[in-house]
């Protein structure tokens, strides 16, 4: 039986000229995890993330914390689902028949839990047989990147290893879809409330994947009050 861990990236800077970064709070909860896999004996054989800065970021300050250094490979098949892309693409589309939707836009999506709106209203748009939109990745092409992205790193590394996936929101809720045989019409409900930092644990043996827990942040509470601080977040 191996163990792969999956771990969203830190609080990545919303707001910012650069999202695509870790806020000062971000670096706190990735160093913060690193901490905690090594306090408890986390020994990683190797680590995978996507190619984007926040992804890599979480996975560098993490990994510090480990006693030998671990294999970092970069597979852009983990990158976040591309939620600028789909704005930019499917707005359009949904706000000629969605009031409350073009009410937020028109507002403007300063506020998160504005933005978050929108992404759930764009994401079940996108994973939908409706959305048939020639200027965006697909949905299809999109999940069946990560299942085969997920399938080859089981093949590279083999039995018995432990390894993390520093990766987002987007991708982990598809890959916990995947695990429980769920379709895209399901995946948003694992994709809202996944807290930065946070951890999902499968279990592979062979072919065979299993989810053991999803989106812990326990340890974040935990190291937060050792150290007087709130390392908690969603966005």
Not at 76 to 91: A, S, T
Not at 121 to 143: K, L, T
């Amino acid at each position: 039986m191996a163990t792969l861990y999956l771990i969203r990236h830190g609080q990545a800077s919303f707001g910012a000229d650069d999202y695509d970064k870790l806020s000062e709070l971000g670096c706190r909860q990735a160093s913060a995890m690193g901490r905690y896999l090594a306090l408890h004996g986390i020994h990683l054989d190797a680590a995978y993330s996507g190619n984007l800065l926040r992804q890599r970021e979480t996975a560098q300050l993490a990994l510090a914390s480990q006693a030998q250094t671990v294999p970092h490979h970069v597979d852009p098949r983990f990158n976040e689902v591309n939620n600028d892309e789909q704005l930019e693409h499917l707005v359009p589309e949904l706000v000629a028949s969605n009031d409350r939707l073009r009410a937020l836009m028109d507002k403007g999506l300063r506020e998160s839990k504005d933005y978050q709106k929108v992404i759930e209203a764009v994401f079940n748009y996108w994973v939908s047989p409706a959305c048939q939109h020639p200027d965006i990745q697909s949905w299809e092409d999109y999940s069946t990147g990560v299942r085969s992205a997920v399938r080859d790193l089981i093949a590279e590394q083999g039995a018995g290893k432990t390894v993390a996936v520093f990766t987002s929101g987007g991708t982990i809720a598809t890959i916990v879809a995947q695990v429980l045989g769920l379709g895209g019409e399901h995946t948003y409900k694992f994709y809202e409330p996944i807290f930065n930092c946070s951890v999902t644990q499968l279990f592979y043996s062979g072919d065979k994947v299993s989810l053991s827990y999803f989106n812990d942040r326990s340890f974040l509470q935990m190291m937060g009050r050792e150290s007087d601080e709130n390392l908690v977040s969603y966005r």
